[in-house]
């Protein structure tokens, strides 16, 4: 028998996770992931200014560039793959297929008209490894998901597939967690949508201690009889136990037996630390309550600027939730199930997070369902006939999806969120609010979810050949005018992302924090660092 493969691909915001299958015997045969995303930045704004900035065509480049590596790593015959299918949201699959990105940085008709943008279609596409620029057999058939407006991309397709939940009768509620929360809310099979542009913080990016999950990282948390004991991923990013602190002051209560260390903390053990704290009454309304910081291990803790950044990012999830439900005319508490997706959702405590409000209070089943982005590129690689059936769905869902950036409803709910974390309203203030607005209140708290882990891991079957992790980097080149080269741009950038080479500043663009830092171009004693000029790609 002839040997044939196909890869499936998932681009993330904070990352590419991709495997290698075996068409004949459709199995798994290697995964690959990336730690981080090639272009700067922590979210799809970031890359979308990036490449808007310094032409999409060089951010086309760079992405494509790693996809490459990954290619390469899971070690099968590039000549024998016969398809690819790739899973994103519409930013990157926008950049992965180099279309036309200006129609995803502005709001509205009028603004894309005055700009004179063409929209380019992203129904579902068939093109060829040649086209996009992939390393393999010229001719591999390279299939392409739709999306369905604007925020709403075949990540959030994927989601409702795999869950199964269009099939169902009920009320049901799901999640992709990431940076861009891309929601579903299903009645009976009526679909209302939206994203919720959560931010970078619970994923551990822009937070002083925080990182992407990787060895000696804080992912979880637990109250015990005199403490918090801390949880750090090992060199096989399993969770072992570390010490057992006070938060308030530092003090360790007990050392770990696992002689680990911690060197910063994940998006789940963000959240971990902020339900803790919301239980043990150090967070209250909205601050840190009696210091400025809570105390992790070895020099680890989350800033009282850390928690506002927290808190606006859940408050995104929350004021989402409502917004969908007035909207879809229901209460929360009518949810009869919600699912949690992706990589962040599946490893997160499901308590914790109904804590602290990424998951509605009254949440009473409650399913982590893992990676189901990379899932659906892997059946549509195994089935290419399914892309028809994902282009029906996403033109069905259209009518319903709801733009929260110019939604009247989450606007006032989300103001409300603000002022919780940046003036410290109580929460029974925020309630009050919200009658008086006119909208529900949020529910009692369930004292007793129900949680099902489908999968023992977010991507449940790595492949005979196993987990890679590739190392990925492009460089750009930048000669500004009147530089001195005084290293100040590299003294302050917290990612170690520049670097000065023959007179020119060199950026690394995977370390690179983007738009949402800058301190490259905000330290600058003489004002001459462009960002937007770094165009010379190699």
């Known amino acids: 028998m002839n040997e044939e493969y196909a890869i499936a691909i998932d681009i993330g915001t904070s990352g590419i996770r991709a495997q290698a299958l075996d068409l004949n015997e459709l199995k798994v ?20 200014h990036f490449a808007l900035n310094v032409g999409s065509e060089t951010a086309h480049n760079i992405l494509i560039e790693s996809i490459n590596k990954v290619i390469n790593s899971l070690n099968v015959d590039k000549e024998k793959v016969k398809r690819v299918s790739v899973c994103g949201n519409p930013i990157q699959l926008s950049l992965f297929a180099n279309l036309e990105i200006r129609d995803l940085a502005y709001w509205g008709e009028n603004a894309i008209k005055d700009q004179n943008i063409i929209p380019p279609s992203r129904k579902s596409t ?30 959030a ?24 929360a891309e929601m579903a809310l299903v009645i009976d099979g009526e679909i209302f949508t939206c994203s919720a542009a959560a931010g970078p913080a619970i994923e551990g990016q822009m937070i002083k201690k925080g990182r992407l999950a990787s060895p000696n990282t804080i992912s979880d948390l637990d109250l015990v009889d005199d403490g ?47 339900s803790l704290g919301l239980r043990d009454k150090i967070i209250e309304d909205g601050k840190i309550k009696n210091s400025d910081k809570i ?54 405590d499901p308590l914790k ?12 089943e409650i399913y982590q369902i893992g990676n189901t982005s990379l899932a659906m590129a892997k059946d549509i690689c195994f089935n290419p006939d399914l892309l028809n059936t994902l282009q029906d769905i996403a033109d069905g869902m259209e009518s319903n999806h709801i733009m929260l950036a110019t939604c009247e409803t989450f606007e006032k709910i989300y103001s409300l ?83 000065i080479e023959d007179k020119a500043i060199v950026l690394r663009t ?24 770094f165009l010379n790609y190699y």
């Open 417 to 499: 969120e603000l002022a919780v974390y940046e003036q410290g309203m109580p929460l029974w203030m925020y309630n009050q609010w919200l009658k008086k607005y006119g909208y529900q209140q949020l529910p009692q708290k369930e004292e007793n979810s129900n949680i099902y882990k489908i999968f023992e891991r977010d991507i449940p079957e790595l492949g005979e050949d196993g987990l890679n992790t590739v190392e990925i980097g492009s460089f750009l080149k930048a000669e500004f005018d009147g530089c001195i080269q005084c290293g100040t741009c590299i003294d302050n950038c917290p990612e170690s992302a520049i670097k």
């Open 510 to 533: 995977d370390f690179c924090a983007g738009l949402g830092c800058q301190k490259c171009v905000l330290s600058c004693p003489l004002k001459v660092y462009d960002y937007s000029k």
């Open 228 to 274: 918090w004991i801390i949880k750090v991923l090992n060199d096989e990013l399993i969770p072992v136990d570390g010490e057992i602190i006070n938060p308030e002051n530092g003090k360790i209560i007990k050392k770990s037996q696992n002689d680990v260390e911690a060197k910063g903390i994940t998006g789940t053990g963000v959240i971990a630390a902020f």
């Open 157 to 180: 397709l994927a989601m409702l597939y795999k869950s199964g939940i269009l099939e169902k009768e009920g009320i049901f509620l799901i999640t992709d967690f990431g940076t861009n």
């Open 29 to 48: 045969i290697s995964t690959s992931i990336t730690l981080r995303h090639p272009l700067p930045g922590a979210n799809v704004v970031d890359h979308l």
């Open 295 to 348: 105390y992790l291990q070895d020099d680890v803790y989350l800033s009282s600027e850390d928690i506002v950044n927290i808190g606006k990012a859940l408050g995104a999830f929350r004021a989402a939730h409502l917004t969908l439900a007035e909207v879809a005319g229901i209460d929360l508490d009518e949810i009869d199930a919600c699912y949690m997706a992706g990589a962040s959702g599946f490893y997160v």
């Open 353 to 364: 997070s109904l804590d602290v409000g990424q998951i509605p209070p009254s949440s009473k």
């Open 126 to 155: 068939i093109t060829t490894s040649e086209k996009i620029g992939l390393n393999l057999n010229p001719n591999t058939e390279v299939y392409i998901p739709p999306a369905i407006k604007h925020e709403i991309g075949a990540d």
